[in-house]
């Protein structure tokens, strides 16, 4: 596609609940990264994948956060048991090669927990 | 005005005037710094990069100044326009940390027709 796509554009979950959010990247970008932005916030780092390696999930903020990118293309976040700490808007964002360039970025997911 | 708090600090210019959006950063290894340009309901959008051999970049009507010796990183829009009201983020990038991107706060920008 010609951007980064990211389905769905919001969700509302119950405390409690799994949800799964996907990100399509621009095609052929190798590296692909999972943010997640508070409200009046810059984006935080939570993980980052190249090709299909998660070579680094340092930013993750607990364990029931799982990430994904079985084939090196699509990737899913997926978020356990979701917490109201969870609310955020998710965004996802690509890039050609690597680490150290600009990242294309998705318009993100609004998760709302209540 | 600005003002810094629990509210992103806010800049108020009129259309056709000159904005400088100031950031500073922390981490002297940056060597990579890039600003975003975020609507309301979209994803950052890239506006301009510069590398820290560098300490200035022009694109079309944004510059980009850095000044390594006190960590600090400006965005200057020429004649701004209604549509260039957004938050702006300054993000850096350096290999101790892992080479990701990390991002500043943001400064919110209103243009006043």
């Known amino acids: 596609g010609a951007g980064v796509s990211q389905s769905p554009r919001y969700k509302v979950a119950k405390r409690g609940q799994d949800v799964a959010l996907r990100c399509d990247p621009i095609s052929g970008h190798v590296s692909l990264f999972w943010y997640q932005q508070a409200l009046g916030q810059g984006p935080e780092f939570l993980t980052y994948?190249?090709?299909?390696?998660?070579?680094?999930k340092s930013g993750l903020p607990s364990d029931r956060f799982f990430a994904e990118r079985p084939e090196g293309s699509v990737s899913t976040l997926k978020i356990q048991r979701t917490q109201q700490e969870d609310s955020a808007v998710y965004l996802c964002a690509s890039s050609l090669t690597g680490l150290g360039e600009k990242l294309f970025f998705g318009s993100g997911t609004q998760l709302s927990v209540l | 005005g600005e003002s810094v708090g629990l509210h992103l600090p806010t800049l108020s210019v009129q259309e056709g005037d000159n904005s400088i959006i100031n950031c500073a950063y922390s981490?002297?290894?940056?060597?990579?710094f890039i600003w975003y340009k975020q609507e309301s309901g979209k994803g950052p959008q890239f506006i301009i990069d510069i590398r820290s051999n560098m300490d200035k970049r022009q694109g079309q009507r944004v510059t980009v100044l850095l000044n390594k010796t006190v960590k600090h990183l400006s965005l200057q829009i020429a004649a701004t326009q209604p549509g260039d009201s957004a938050v702006y983020f300054c993000a850096e990038n350096s290999d101790n940390q892992g080479g990701k991107l990390i991002f500043g706060q943001g400064t919110e920008l209103s243009v006043k027709p």
């Open positions: 981490n002297s290894a940056s060597d990579y």
């Open positions: 994948f190249q090709n299909e390696a998660q070579l680094d």
